[in-house]
């Protein structure tokens, strides 16, 4: 495993295309050649009210906890064929007023929104990811910004809760960068969960290093496997906290549970993620679709199945950010 680890780090360094994240299992834990807390992160997702992965991001945000570098919104591209479901001022209006609840509750260190992607890619009709039409966006060139002071070593990590076009377009405008990032995203195979732009997805697959959790659509969490409501009831009283509340209690807080963010707590917590399979990545149609690649045969993508996924740790590791007595602490000139 340390020899494919080398050779892999050194096709990178060479500004070649890693096949798929160098990794290995070590005492039941995934761990990814160069990928640490220490790593720069930027942030990509749609809907901002859905899921806790922002509260747990910004938590370790203003803690000082982690290298983050920005909040990108890519617009949600459902039902992008019949002329998108949803408008981006939509999104956008959402990231900021999530933004806005936890500055109000004490947070800092939280970057402002920037607009990423706001409309799905096409596919050119000689099917060459080379030829596709990109379109730029302040969140592309922001990734393009930060994947350039990144090293193949060390490279940024972007951790995406929507579509994957705004990464996408970034591999497109900038095909350098490829070597210095690793994307991170759950359920887009098959046009599922985060899918929707089946070409972008199917560009970042093949252009840089991918790991997708729950690799083809086989099942999102289980209806309340991460949080029930008790766990948040001893979080202080504040916009921030109480709308966490809000969401547990309901249907969509119960069933989406850690929703997007599995690559964030196991990034701090490797104990998360006790398994990975290779696969292969196509594009058939409108979407991106992953298969297991045979034993021997170079893959695209990593994925992390859910059944590999250690809840318990997934739980402990998000409480143990949000409970800490730090957290919403009044700076000492404020005591009085």
Known sequence: MKRTLAISITLLSLNL?????????????????????????????DWWFDVFDNNYLWAR??????????????????????????????????????????????????????????????????????????????????????????????PLLLICGGPLTTAANALL??????????????????????????????????KTRYVDWGGRGRGFWDRNSVFVA????????????????????????????????APLVWLFNPKCWAGVEVHRAAFRGRAVEFTLAKPGEAGDVLVIPKAMTHMRQCHDEFFQVLRDPALFQKPATDAN
């Open 17 to 45: 295309w890693a096949v798929i994240p160098p990794y290995e299992l070590k005492d039941g834990e995934v761990h990814l050649a160069g990928v640490g807390p220490d790593n720069p992160v930027i942030y990509d997702n």
């Open 61 to 154: 945000a203003s803690l000082g906890k982690i290298n983050f570098r920005a909040n990108i919104v890519s617009r949600d591209m459902w039902e992008w064929d019949i002329g998108y479901k949803y408008a981006m001022q939509r999104c956008i209006d959402d990231a900021n007023k999530a933004r806005t609840l936890a500055c109000d509750s004490g947070l800092k260190n939280i970057p402002d929104i920037i607009c990423g992607s706001d409309e799905v890619l096409r596919p050119p009709g000689s099917g060459r990811i080379e030829e596709t039409v990109s379109k730029s966006s302040p969140g592309t060139m922001k990734i393009i910004e930060e994947a350039r002071q990144a090293t193949p070593e060390k």
């Open 173 to 206: 405008i900038a095909p350098d960068i490829a070597s210095r990032m690793v994307v991170f995203n759950i359920l887009v195979s098959h046009y599922g969960y985060n899918g929707k732009d089946g070409w972008a997805a199917f560009i970042v697959a093949r």
């Open 230 to 261: 008790k766990d948040f009831a001893a979080l202080p009283s504040n916009p921030f906290c109480d709308d966490m509340r809000r969401l547990i209690k309901s249907d969509l807080g119960q069933t989406n549970q850690l929703g997007d963010g």
